[in-house]
């Protein structure tokens, strides 16, 4: 039996965010807050693409009309294919009502159709009537091509959220979430959540002043692209960034690598060589893993934090270099320390100033967006690039732990761009989990409200239940959250604080402040 592609995303529902309103009390799926009532939205446009006409045609224009679309009603294959090339990101309907198993075989090769169905701007949603979920020909041609479904007839809320949901991976997958102000970015990651947009701040700071930085976080979080924004921003961005991986050179090798050699130094140095240290100078040197650094190395470096001067192997003066250390590691350094294999004076040196990358598990809808770069970025790799992700591929990535991060989610995603059948990429080509195992029927309402209610448990918990910074992660205001916790239930296990407490009398009078 086929599957509703349920709208998953974490705050998928709220228009204010997906679908272009700038109001941001917009109810999900119920319209907006009294105050903006008066103003109606500008109907969004849809191309209606009907092969066969139905006996309730003007029963779905009236609905979609109600919903805010403006549908044109396309009855020949030959029509899509003649369409202009889209300036912005959309949304189309298969009307399949009026088909039946043998023409959907018949309307899947057209080729106006199928260059449609391809179209990156585009994200199709399948109209079906009741009972054909069970034809096996609309039910592959739904799977594979069109991003949900809706089974006609319906009410308007209901189109108004599955339409609203695919307009939102259109644009999300355009590179445009759909409006609020722009947070401050570190340059070459992406990612919006709360704990990235404070990590920019503190890069913004440590850019400004030539201090060492230390880089602390799991394997894959982007330390070398942190290290690089940190160079770039500072007053050293013309200089040269230099980085060496102080656990994939061999002991023996690590201080000729560090600090280079004269000619003649020991045999087979013909000539003399500069160490990466010296290359840096003027500009910043990064030492990835420098709880590898070996403690003849770390002497050194040491020395060189101290004095600002280098020796060469073999040489006998010492040569004044001029360079920012940047240095990380996944490892936990104080341990090494306390096993002796780190200096604690080296350890205090370069750790002045200390950032955290938060790993993947811990940046919410980040996880959507970097897989939405990567599908973009990796496009020119595949002969047929998939157009997005199935709503059940947006929620095993969501609940899956990534151990390997940022660079586990691009590679999986990659092997998936090549690997997937359809156009849209599921939990099975990224190897997260049998799409078609669970036949369990949801109802789209009913997972709309399960991803709406993990979203906000997610992001209470990540911000210590400071229902302020939580509203700030999830891009909705304070009034918003507190309406969706008292909607979910929340409010009573989850407003403890002196945070909540302070502002729950204000809600009982119907007031509140938006963060």
Known sequence: MLRARQPVLAGAGDRSRWTGHDNKDCIPGGGCAEKSRMTRPCPHPLIHFRPRPCGDDAALERALRAADWKPRILDDPGDLANLPPRATPGVALLDLRGVDDAFAEELSTQPGLAAALANPGLEWVAVLRPGQRSVPALAGLVRACCRDFVVHPCDPATLSVVLGHALGMARLAAGDAGGGAAGPRIDGMVGDSGGMRRLACRVARAAGCGAPVFLAGETGTGKELVATAIHRASRRGGMPFVGINCGAIPPSLMQSELFGYER????????????????????????????????????????????????????????????RIVSATHADLWRAVDEGRFRADLYHRLRVIELRIPPLRERGNDIVLLAQHALRRHAGEVTSRPKGFTACALRAMQAYSWPGNVRELINRVREAMVMAEGCYISARDLQLGDADGDQEVVTIDLARREGERAAIERALARNAHRVGQAADELGISRV????????????????GTPEASDDRPAMAKGGGRNA
């Open 264 to 323: 003649g130094a020991f045999t087979g140095a013909n000539q003399r060589k500069l160490g990466r240290v010296e290359m840096a100078h003027g500009g910043t040197l990064f030492l990835d893993e420098v709880a590898d650094l070996p403690m003849e190395s770390q002497a050194s470096l040491l020395r060189f934090l101290e004095e600002g001067r280098i020796q060469q192997l073999g040489g006998h003066e010492s040569i004044r270099v001029d360079a």
């Open 480 to 495: 918003t959250l507190y309406r969706l916790m008292l909607r979910h239930g929340l409010h009573v296990a989850r407003t």
